[in-house]
């Protein structure tokens, strides 16, 4: 394993706040890149989003900012925005999710950037993208989760529409900007060139309709709710148990027939209604009938090994207590433990993805706001007057002292 980070040597600007942009920049912080996060006077939006907190500090704001340094500048200050373009010289990514034209009509776009720095990666993440008819509308979760046709086709059947219970839309948004971050400095390390690349909640959420979007185009036929089955297989699902809930994923033939004799209903296997999987999805409601009377007989921890031994996909359904107790979640190390200057020990999510050669580290919490200012106001090139001057013009948050004494 080498002592060198996958990521080390990439300085990221990460002028976003709230959820998508600080978890996509988290991810990169997490592999090496050196993520300044740039605040506007009193910080990102995501520090009062609560409760909880913690001696002050919100548990949503660090969840998504660990491995970070803050700095605070206002960019509606000539001051700051002079003092954030010495940044941008030195950066390889700036990261940004605020409503499209906002930077550009401060004299910080794409092509004011590149012109200090032909070599930038400039990501933005909106609402609905930057074309469009609805461009210049602001965007949340919410809006782009009912947009995408994500709330028309997710809970139970028969009742009002229901979002997915985790902000999908911003995380995969995250995630598809991560994924073109990492294009692009692959493509600028063959040509050099920089670039901007930009995505949206409403294309990120849309993008995970694949079953739904499929059946769409070849049938014409809109998805409705199906509370946890599958659309195209079956059985697929939860299904009650004695004192809970289990899920079943007979995803082939092999796995149904499998399933069925481990729980002693092999004769469904030759029910003409049962016999593949068309026939199933087609009597969906029967199979579901024959199957809850059976499954209902026995507690979750009964039926899971029986269904183990017989190489039949399942498992309970935890609540979050159940999740981070649970021994394997605790072998992959996902949970992560970190101490911070305000909040003390704070457990957060590892990351998901394990490197073998240079494996993702967690070397710092959260900042608290505008815990580094001064040093990245160093390291943009501002002496101790400049400093001592846009702290007292208010362009720049104090160099605070933090301590949980």
């Known amino acids: 394993m080498s002592d060198r980070r996958a990521l080390e040597g990439i300085l ?31 910080g990102d939006d995501t520090r009062r989003i609560g409760p909880p907190f913690i001696n002050g500090e919100s548990v949503a704001f660090m969840a998504l900012n660990r491995n970070k340094r803050s700095v605070v500048l206002d960019f509606r200050d000539s001051a700051g925005r002079e003092v954030f373009k010495r940044l941008v010289q030195k950066a390889d990514v700036m990261l940004e999710n605020y409503r499209p034209g906002t930077l550009e009509r401060q004299g910080l776009g794409y092509a004011d950037l590149k012109a200090l720095n032909p070599g930038l990666i400039y990501c933005s993440i ?5 074309t469009g008819p609805y461009a210049t509308r602001g965007g949340f979760d919410l809006v782009a989760q009912g947009m995408s046709g994500l709330m028309s086709f997710n809970g139970m059947p028969d009742q009002p ?17 991560l994924y073109g971050i990492l294009t692009a400095l692959v493509h600028r390390l063959r040509t050099g060139e920089g670039q901007s690349l930009e995505t949206s909640l409403l294309e990120s959420a849309l993008a995970y309709t694949v079953w739904e979007s499929a059946v769409y185009f070849a049938t014409g036929q809109v998805a409705g709710p199906l509370g946890s089955s599958h659309r195209l297989i079956a059985p697929y699902q939860a299904f009650a148990t004695k004192d809970g809930w289990i899920n079943i994923g007979a995803a082939n033939q092999g796995n149904w027939e499998r399933f069925a004799t481990a729980i002693g209903r092999a004769a469904l296997i030759q029910d ?29 921890a009964e039926w899971l090994p029986v269904l183990e031994t017989a190489g039949v996909p399942s498992g309970p359904i935890y609540d979050m207590a159940r999740v981070w107790s649970d021994p394997q979640v605790h072998a992959r190390e996902m949970e992560v433990t970190l101490e911070h200057s305000v909040a003390g020990i704070v457990r957060s999510i590892g990351n998901p993805v394990k490197l073998c050669a240079t494996p993702s580290r967690y070397e710092g919490p959260a900042p608290a706001l505008g815990e580094q ?33």
């Open 126 to 130: 909106s609402g609905f993208g930057k």
């Open 272 to 300: 003409p209604r049962f016999a593949d999987n068309s026939t199933r999805l087609l009597h969906k409601a029967e199979l579901e009938a024959e199957l809850n009377a059976t499954m209902s007989s026995r507690t979750t």
């Open 161 to 177: 529409p229901s979002k997915v219970g985790v902000p999908i839309a911003d995380l995969n948004a995250g995630m598809f900007a």
């Open 373 to 405: 200012t001064d040093e990245i106001l160093r390291f943009a090139g501002c002496s101790e007057a400049e400093i001592a001057d846009l702290r007292k013009r208010g362009v720049a948050g104090p160099q605070a002292r933090f301590s949980r004494d």
């Open 12 to 42: 990221v600007l990460d002028c976003s706040q709230i959820l998508a942009g600080p978890f996509c920049s988290m991810l990169l912080a997490d592999m090496g890149a050196d993520v300044i996060k740039v605040e506007k006077p009193g």
